[in-house]
């Protein structure tokens, strides 16, 4: 199975601040990366798919890059709304496997 | 519009078996293949397995493969989720998902909470 390691776990920021988190494959999965944001009690929502496609409806302060074995997720100016666990997931191969999270918590 | 609904929350026995669905509208069924994921409680994601409506052929996670069992019924536009043998581990939101764009769950169901206990 391929293992997605994302990092960090865990950050806290402020509103307007620019927040990176990466995605890391254990073997190259060429752009078969997604990216989810999932509130407290809600359906996981699909942000970002082929590592940098930009989901319909998605505001365009999100956005991804990379390609083979790391990844970024980028948020440009962080909103209120934005504050949730984001997720890659990789859709190469079966298991489609999730890394394990990224809390984006209030600073 | 496309929707995938999934039937409602069970509570189980350890041992016993658990069969939820999942109901697609708005698209043809046989068209996209369907996933499951669960999220035990405070955790990650999980992928389960994957089904083609149309031929019915399946795939599962290697750990869940013996207790795992997802069918279709072309009919009804549904799709089953069986899992068996039930432990507390399996405490979770079931999730349907299908992927109507490039490799990626862009509908998701609603979410089926299963919960084992004694």
């Known amino acids: 199975d391929i293992q997605m390691t994302q990092s960090p776990s865990s950050l806290s920021a402020s509103v307007g601040d620019r927040v990176t988190i990466t995605c890391r494959a254990s073997q190259s999965i060429s752009s078969y990366l997604n990216w989810y944001q999932q509130k407290p009690g809600k359906v996981p929502n699909l942000l970002i798919y082929?590592?940098?496609s930009l989901q319909s409806g998605v505001p365009s302060r999100f956005s991804g890059s990379g390609s083979g074995t790391d990844f970024t997720l980028t948020i440009s100016s962080l909103q209120p709304e934005d504050f949730a666990t984001y997720y890659c997931q990789q859709s190469y191969s079966t298991p489609w496997t999730f890394g394990q999270g990224t809390k984006v918590e209030i600073k | 519009q496309v929707q995938l609904v999934q039937s409602g929350a069970e509570v189980k026995k350890p041992g016993a078996s658990v069969k939820v669905s999942c109901k697609a509208s708005g698209y043809t069924f046989i068209s996209y293949y369907m996933h499951w994921v669960r999220q035990a409680p405070g955790q990650g994601l999980e992928w389960m397995g994957i089904?083609?409506?149309?031929?019915?052929?399946?795939s599962y996670a290697q750990r869940l493969q013996a207790r795992l069992t997802v069918t279709r019924d072309t009919s009804t536009s549904t799709v089953y989720m069986d899992l068996s043998s039930l432990r507390s581990e399996d405490t979770a939101v079931y999730y349907c998902?299908?992927?109507?764009?490039?490799?990626?769950?862009?509908?998701w169901g609603q979410g089926t909470m299963v919960t084992v206990s004694s």
């Open positions: 998902a299908t992927s109507t764009i490039s490799h990626a769950f862009d509908i």
């Open positions: 082929a590592a940098s």
């Open positions: 089904i083609n409506p149309s031929s019915g052929s399946t």
